[in-house]
Each structure stands twice: as structure tokens, then as C-alpha cells.
């Protein structure tokens, strides 16, 4: 038995019959629906809440949870990368205790007193701290030197990377906490690109500044730093960082009683850039911007690549034209309000390109967008970044572009060059940092089958749905369901070098150029839409059951990054089903719009043993008002219904007798409005109030009737009716306000329009509507908007369905006369 079925299994083993499937512990969630990881996390209770991504992270101290590739070792996870004397103790150096501590062998010759640190990934570092104990054999090293290195490698087989000083003791140290900053390079540049709300500066840090040697470092206490003798504003504060992978300590002077107790690196940060493909991303690029996921994975070693150098000369038109764009789904709509850009440097990894030709290129826009449609269907990007062409030879050396802005929602990125030619230049990272929860996770649940997982078999209806969930202000959760029969299977074809190809192009390779295949299971064509959302725990199941599988879909958002929703509990409650199966359809499939036509509903169901069949039928019509002339047949005899009526586009039928495996037919006359109209039904039992079994089509579409006549024409008004042409609004009962009646076609989501004017044009009177189904009723008691009774004249009545596109407006006449 798989892991998911033990947990399943266990999740139903504690309720009688199987009648609640419920996800509310933690083995629960990640064994039935897709988590996205490092976004989706759990409380000591097992309920399901969201990461908070922090500020002015220690990132040693979680320097495990990062792997990378190395040219010698394969991938590797953070930590200590070398340590050439007493290397047992070397991680003690980074497990957050103040108490713990790293000495060297005093046998070791000096040479080899050194250890190094690997962050498994490149981050924006704003600050190194350095502590010391000062016990007995135990005490600060008095001579020290610190250089740090971005990982990028200088060997193209070998781990070699190029290291430079960042601090360095210029007389013995006596102090047990050290901390220095970093000064802006030539290459560095921060600015905000819109005006910043809220008081400058980070509420909590204010990052020192370089230093470089013992006499002007911080030192004595955690939260000293050094005065700058102004209030700095936020892009001050955030102008001094430097790019690091690697911490190299060395120790300069033998000292037998030296020792190291911790190195902290104060990164800007969690970079929400890294994972991108594990939370689900996507992207898609422009044929000379390749690779933008080597963007987002924190390894200098990568980058995408701009293929487009001083050499082209003829332009393709614009940049989107010349394949100089890309664009990523981030998988989860994040709260940003910092991004920083690295792009390569002279000498740079194995670069050998001269300084002066190869900054950012001639100039980007990054545009985002954080999932909200047009009305075409298309993303909505807002330009969110900009950077010009470099103009003077200053700028020709910026390679690091930090920017600042307001915390905005950002799931999609579009990235697009300003032209398409002049371009030599590597973007090697993009990272992002957010102020607190991300802004909206979606999840899904697996394809769940209650049958199986009850284990006999059966079909099971789901009654409702519950869930449990803690919702501080500006948070909510929103979920949905969507339930099918069948699966499909997509494949994904791969080359040997694992791009993805084309299946025509995998089977016309030779087989030693071929790779894997992938194969993703994904609904049938028969899947319904997912329903709309569940807003109240407990409500009944919107989608159809019974069906072999469902699936749920869960919305966590927020509009406040400083809180979260908690789910505590998603259950699902269901029962056994009233008959195995049960398939029906509606004759005849064509009909003439608006017109009395008589209509047969068929209905075969099955069952079993264990089933207990019906005694309710409920036919659900478009727009349905009235149903005459209701005869209903259970296996070939008519019988008398013992209640019946109309509720919400409902015909509701009471049988005299259950009913289990004797075919049903209900025949009924009504008007329909509504092209390729589904009429469907569900079975009830008057003992299981609220339980409704969903019928399936026999055959694909034998629920849909169509409307051909309408589907060829734009009308949209029909039927419409006058009550009289003439009003006369003197109180005597008779003609003291008109009545003006129409159905509407296609657009039935539409609200008309309907105004009153006078001959020459002036407006008198907008009225109200009130819906029958498909028919609109507005009455005028020959009033103007202030409720004067107008004076006797002609006037004019203009209909407009308000609706996008088809014949829209109709005009008529009305006389007033006292």
C-alpha cells in the first residue's frame, strides 16, 4: 500500500461508514494535495498556514536548506565548505550558539587555521558579524582577516573562486563581538523608482558602514552601529551591500588559546526568487534572452543569456520583435517591495570581456503583474521597473541595479529590452525580497476517489462541504471543487541534454539522441468547471456526484503581508449514493427560441444491493417560470406526483414510490431563451433532505438543446410588448401606468436599460427592472425622476439591453393624455 492510501485510510478509519474525508493534520495535507514548497507551512497543531518571508536574515543559519552544483563535488547544500583544521568543530561557527566555538589544532601550522563558510547560495549581504568567547583557553583571536567571494567560478573544471578582503585587523583584537558593512562599489547603484510611503529607513536595522579594519569597526555589543550624523532615507540605508557566497576566516597569528564562537552574514533578505519551478513557475522567452529561470536560482555560475552583441547591425524591428523579452510565472503572488539585478562584471566568472562594453545593455523595462486578466483573457502588466540607456561614461561601469518601491502583489514578470540592437551584456541574478506573507497561494488536492478510499466500492454523493480557518482582518481563503469521470494523460518529450522537443521531433531522432518522457495525468474532457466559491462552511456540493474522482481547489490570501490566513480543517461529507449510476437525456436537441415546445426528459438509472434508490426528481431548466402540462412515466406507467412546483430554475417533482432501477420519463412544455441550453437533473429521497444524486448525460451532450435560429442571428430583444400605447396617469384605474415586457437572447447576464424622454430629447424617467427568468418588466406611472407627474405629450422610450455586441436598442412611442 502506497504512503498516500496509509494516510487516507487512517484519515477515514476514524468516522462510522466513511462519511467524512478530513484534512486537518499534516500528514493529511502533504499526502492528498500539491503543497508548494517553502511557501505552504504547518503549526504545531498540523493546520496549514503561509511562510512569512523575513528582513535582515542571519543566512548562515539556514545555509543547509540551499544546494547548488560545484564544477569537483556535484551539488552540494550549504554549510561549512572546508575547514583545514578541526574540521568536526568547524560547523559550531554557524549553528547560532554564541556558546559553541571552533579552535584550530595548535599542532596545525598556521596555514592551516582556516575556515570557510559556504551560504549555498548568493545573497545580498548587508553586514558581517563576528563573535568571540572569552573563557579560560578560550579567548578572541587577536590577528584575523575576512574576504568574501560572490561564487562565481574563476576555473571552468575546478572549485576555484576568487576571493577579496572585506576586513582585516590592523592591531590586536581584544573585543569578543565585531561587526562592519560594506561600502558601495563603482559597479553598485540603488534608487527608488516611485515615491516611497512611510518614513525612510527599515524599522529595525540600520546597516553600518565599511569600515575595513579594527579602528573604525563596531564592536562591544549587538546593536551598536556606526553614526553617520544624519538621518539617513530608505535608499541611503539601502545603498551599502555586496553580493557573497562564501566567507573565508583566516587567522593571522599563532595563539593557542584563540578561538571562533560564530560568523553571522546579515543578508538583505529571503530571496522569494529561488524555487521558482518547485512552486509551480513557468516561463517563456524570446528566441535572444534565453534561459531567465538562471535569473532566479541565486548561482552567479549561471546566467541568461543576451545574444545580441555590437556586431548586429540591422535591427528586427523592436525589441519584442528581435526576441530580446521573457516572461515567468512566479507560481504565487508575492508582496515585493525590493529587487536587485546583477550583471556580469570584467573578468567575472570566466568572463574576458573589457569593462566598458558590457553593463546592462541599452536599457530594460521589467513590467508585472500580479494574475489579473483583460478583458481579451491576456495578463495585465504595469510597468514596474525601468532602466534607461546608459547616456555618460559614469554609468557605463553600473552592473548592480538595487530598486525600491512600495510593496506591491507580483506573480507574473515580463522583462523586455528598450532596443534590439547594441546589447553584450550577461544578467547573471534577479533576486526579490517581500515584506511578509505572500500575497495569494493557490493549492490543489489530488484526484480524490471516495469509493476507493472508503473501500467497498460504492459511489458516494457529497452533501457539502466544511471547512475551519483562522482569518485575521484583511485575509480570506477561498474553495473550490470540480469532479469528473475520466483521466487523461499528457506526455512531455525531452532530447537527450533534457530540452523539451516536439513528439515529432523526439520520434524522428535516432535513440541515442532521445531522453525522457514525461507523463502528467490531467482531467477528461467531461470534467466540470471549477464551482464557484464556497463561502460558507457547510454549504452543499456545487459540483456534480456522483463522480468517480473530485478535486478541490484552495485559495490562501492576504492583503496585509504582516498576517495570514490558518486553515485548521477542509472536510469533505458524503453519503452512499441513492443508485449506482443514473444517466439521462432531453428530447428533442433543437428547439425555436422563445416558442412553447414539449420536451421529453429520459432517465435510466442502475443499481445495486446496497443502493435505496429515489423518490425526487429535480430538473434544472435555464430561465425556466413556468413548466405546463407535467406528466411523469416510471417504467412505462403514468404516475401521479405527490407534490410538484417550480423553485430557482427548478422543476421539483414528488413520487409516490421510491424508485431503483425502473427507467423515469418526464415529459413537460416550456420556452426556452438560452442557446445550447443544459437542462440537467438530480435524484433526491424525501428521508435525505438536502441530498441530491446528479444525473449524467447518456451521451455526450444529450442534456443540450440547441437554439439554431439564434445562434445564426444578433437579436437580443424579443417578445416585446406594450401594455398600451397611451397612459393616463388621472388615478381612475385604468391606463394609470404602462407596462413594457421583453425577453432577453444570449446576453442573459446583462442589465437593460430602459429611459423615458421627451420628443425633443430630454431625459424624464430611468426605470427599475423586475426578472421573470428570461423576461424583463419595467412599468412607468408617467412620472419624471423627481415624481411630478409629467405634462400630456408623446414620448419616447429607448431600450437598450446594455449588453457588448448584437442589436441592442429597440424605440418606442407612448402618449400621455389627461
Known sequence: MSNRAIALVMILACYAHAEFLTFDRQEAWEANWSLKPQLNIFTPEGHLGLLKFRKDINAALDAHLFVHPTNERGDVAGGIWSALSNPNDAPRIIDGDDVTFWQPAGSDPLDKWIVQIDLGRAVLAKEIRIHFPDEEGAKPFRQFSVFASTGAHVAALEDVYRFAPVYRTTKPNLDTYISFGFKPAVEDTTRAVEQLSGAGGSADFTAPEFTGDANTATTGGRNKVVATGQADSRVAVNSRWQMIQFIRFLVDEHQLDGALAEIEVIAVGDNISLGVEEKGGTYVNGSRATDPFFWLDGDLNTYGVIEVHQQFTESRGTALEGGLWWQVDLGATYW????????????ERLADFRLGTNNAGTGYTFFSSDGTKTLSGDIDFNTWIFEPEWTNAREQYKRHYRYL???????????????????????????????????EVVIQSNFLDLSALAGD?????????????????NTQIELRSRSGNEMGEVYTFHNKIGEV????????????????????VVVGEAWSEWSNVYKLSGEPFKSDSPRKFVQLELVMSTED??????????????????????RGSILPRQAKPNEDTRFTYMLWPSVTAENTGFDRLRLVVPDLVRAD???????????????????ADSLLIDLPQVVQGDSVQVAFTTRLVRNAAVVDADLGLSDAPGLWQDVEPAERRSNVVLLPELADSDRLIGDLQLSSRVLTPNGDGVNDAVELSFVVFKAQDAVPIVEVSDLVGRPVAQLTPVTEGPTRRFTWNGQDAGGATVPPGIYLWRIDVNADSGDAIELRVVEVAY
Not at 466500492?457 to 482582518?473: N, R, T
Not at 522537443?501 to 502528467?520: A, C, M, Y
Request: proline content about 9%; hydrophobic content about 45%.
Open 457 to 473: 466500492g460504492q459511489p458516494k454523493v457529497i452533501k457539502a462541504i466544511h471547512y475551519d480557518a483562522d482569518l485575521p482582518p
Open 405 to 439: 518601491f512600495n510593496p506591491r502583489k507580483v506573480r507574473h514578470i515580463f522583462w523586455l529590452a528598450l532596443h534590439d540592437l547594441g546589447w553584450r551584456a550577461h544578467p547573471m541574478e534577479l533576486q526579490m525580497f517581500s515584506p511578509g506573507h505572500p500575497a
Open 336 to 347: 515585493v517591495d525590493d529587487a536587485f539585478v546583477y550583471w556580469q562584471k570584467a573578468g
Open 501 to 520: 522537443v516536439t513528439e515529432e521531433k523526439w520520434n524522428s531522432s535516432p535513440k541515442v539522441l532521445r531522453g525522457r518522457v514525461d507523463t502528467s
Open 561 to 582: 503581508p504582516e498576517v495570514a490566513p490558518t486553515v485548521r480543517a477542509v472536510e469533505l461529507e458524503f453519503v452512499d449514493a441513492l443508485v449506482n449510476e443514473a
Open 629 to 647: 402540462e407535467v406528466e411523469v412515466t416510471v417504467a412505462g406507467q403514468m404516475v401521479a406526483p405527490t407534490a410538484m412546483g417550480i423553485a
